[in-house]
Every structure is written in structure tokens, then in C-alpha cells.
């Protein structure tokens, strides 16, 4: 049985990291989860300066006080942003309340000097879109032709090359929209679209910078989950559902097939290399595999999702990050 004490820190309506808490107490470990939601709403964190190293106490909401010396690794699991204590009604004063209280969250890593699996730093970084395309072709991936642009000229010109585009956001999964409880987002999944529609419609481009992709006719797609020296594939025949053609993120799980992978040795190898190369343990890439059998990365979400794999494909993702927790690497 282990002795470890595990922080993660996630959010209460979060099942991914409600399996991996499971299977984390059922192997001994004492585990404590920071939900940022609740901070300083209804969790005090302080980082501490004195004698001792630096580290952090926190008080959570139940009155229990954690002291991060006693933490052994950290799981960061897509937090939500601090929530204010009620009280505050002057917009300016609650901007300048939520900005410090985000200081103190990003201040934690430092303050917890262990092993972060999904380090916020080495995410955000990581989630660089056209980093990950130069890292990805220097390892020798496939890449499907990408313009990142805002230029009506430039877009035409890349249009030109191709019968078919992808387009798609770099950053932003959605546009939010309202305020408090009546929060929203509108999702912009990525859209297949024909040359010449874009280049009727290429103006448009100049109001934002948007990623054109060369459209890869699919056979099906992965979804690759790097759990330190793990790989964990999932095929998903999303052609078999209308709805899922274009963008596997608007599941149609009934649908569309979903069963295990065998990746060839070198494409596993290079999506092992490619996480390890971004700084990170942890990482989902999305790739196709097209009618000719050839393989074509496209991404690595450094924080994705991987709950509905599992299940669908009988991974033991879950098992692999809860074991990297109790067996972290050596923090340099």
C-alpha cells in the first residue's frame, strides 16, 4: 500500500479526475483536491517565505490544512478560474481580485516544488500549435499543408493549392458569451470546405487569424494518449457517422466505432518522443490515418480529454496516470 499523499487539483463535476482519486485511494494514498473554483471564495492558500523552503499551506473548504511539504506529486487537471467571495460589486475591484488571486495560483508550482503531472507552465507553453508542427516534422511526421493567417492575398494563394481546406480555430475551442450563471459558449468545430468557397470568402479572414488545413480525406482518426513512457491509441471510425466527419468533437458515440490500436513501432515512437520533446508526461495527439494507410499528425491537446478512450477501447489510461503519480519522475 502507498503512503503518498497526491494534490489534484481539478474541479468537482470533473470524472477524469474522479476515476484517477479512485483508483489512487484504493491503492493507499492519501489524496486532497484543490478545486481553483473555490479560491478565495472558500479556500485560503498561503506561500510561505521564512526559515524553512518555500511552501504553500492551504485550507480547504472543509477546514483541512495542507501542507504542500508533505505532497509528493500534483495532478493539474483543467482547473476553473478563482471564484470571488460574495461581496464585491464594483466590476473594477473584482478584476483586480480575480488577477491576484490567479498570481497566487500560477505562484503554485514554484511553491510545491514536486513532480506536476500537466504542469500549467509547461502546458501553456506546449499548446502552441505551430511549435508542436515544427517539433512533429523534425521527428519525421507527416504534416498536412497549414496556413496560420490573417492575409485575404495569402489565404487565396493557399487556397489555390488545394480542392479541399480544413479550417479551424488556434487557440479558442469556442466564443463565450454572458455573464455569471447565464455563461455560454458557442463551439466552432473545425469545418471541410470547398477552395473556392474560401476564396470567395477569403476578406473574412482579414478580421481574425484562422488555420487553414489541407482537408485529408480520412480512413479514420487516432486519438493517442502519451501517459510518460505509455501510449495508449484509440481508433475511431468517425466516417461512419454524418455528424462526426468533419470534427470527432461532436461525438456520435453510438456510431461511430471505437477499439483499440496498434500503432507501427516507429509512429509510437515518435508520439513518445514528441510529448517527451514539448516538456510534458501527458498528452493526447490527434492524427489521421487516410485511405492509403498513411499516417498525418495534426495536434496534441497537452491537457485533453481521454475518459470516453478507456472506455470505449479498454485503455488503462487512468491506471497509468495514477501509477506516474506514485512512481513520479525525478524532478530536475
Not at 116 to 129: D, F, Q, T
Not at 143 to 168: C, D, H, M, W
Not at 239 to 244: A, E, H, M, W, Y
Request: proline share 5%.
Amino acid at each position: 500500500m502507498s503512503t503518498s499523499t497526491i494534490l489534484v487539483i481539478t474541479h468537482s463535476r470533473d470524472l477524469h479526475a474522479k476515476r484517477v482519486i479512485g483508483i489512487l485511494r484504493s491503492r493507499g494514498a492519501a489524496v486532497h483536491a484543490l478545486d481553483y473554483g473555490r479560491f478565495p471564495a472558500d479556500t485560503d492558500i498561503s506561500i510561505v517565505f521564512d526559515e524553512e523552503p518555500i511552501h504553500a499551506l492551504i485550507r480547504l473548504p472543509k477546514g483541512e490544512v495542507l501542507d504542500s511539504r508533505s505532497v509528493s506529486a500534483v495532478y493539474h487537471r483543467r482547473p476553473h478560474s478563482p471564484k470571488l467571495r460574495q461581496g464585491v460589486s464594483s466590476s473594477a475591484l473584482r478584476d483586480y481580485i480575480a488577477k491576484e488571486s490567479q498570481g497566487v495560483l500560477d505562484a503554485l508550482p514554484h511553491a510545491i516544488p514536486v513532480f506536476w503531472l500537466c504542469h500549467p507552465g509547461k502546458v501553456a507553453a506546449a499548446a502552441c500549435k505551430p511549435w508542436q508542427l515544427v517539433l512533429a516534422h523534425q521527428l519525421g511526421f507527416s504534416i498536412p499543408g497549414t496556413l496560420i493567417s490573417n492575409s485575404v492575398a495569402k489565404v487565396r494563394e493557399f487556397a489555390n493549392q488545394y480542392r479541399f481546406l480544413a479550417v479551424k480555430t488556434l487557440q479558442s475551442p469556442g466564443i463565450e458569451f454572458g455573464q455569471g450563471g447565464n455563461r455560454g459558449q458557442f463551439a466552432l468545430f473545425t469545418r471541410r470546405i470547398s477552395s473556392g468557397s474560401v476564396r470567395r470568402h477569403a476578406k473574412d479572414a482579414g478580421n481574425c487569424p484562422t488555420v487553414f488545413e489541407e482537408y485529408v480525406e480520412k480512413a479514420f482518426e487516432l486519438r493517442i494518449t502519451v501517459v510518460g513512457d505509455r501510449v495508449f491509441s484509440c481508433a475511431m471510425y468517425t466516417q461512419q457517422s454524418k455528424k462526426t466527419r468533419e470534427d470527432f468533437r461532436r461525438y456520435d458515440l453510438k456510431n461511430t466505432k471505437h477499439e483499440a490500436f496498434q500503432l507501427p513501432i516507429e509512429v509510437e515512437a515518435r508520439c513518445r518522443q514528441l510529448v517527451k520533446r514539448l516538456g510534458l508526461h501527458f498528452g493526447c495527439i490527434d492524427m489521421i490515418v487516410d485511405k492509403e494507410g498513411r499516417y498525418h499528425f495534426l495536434e496534441v491537446n497537452p491537457s485533453g480529454q481521454w475518459l470516453w478512450t478507456e472506455d470505449l477501447a479498454e485503455l488503462p489510461i487512468s491506471r497509468a496516470i495514477a501509477n506516474i503519480l506514485l512512481h513520479p519522475p525525478v524532478v530536475e
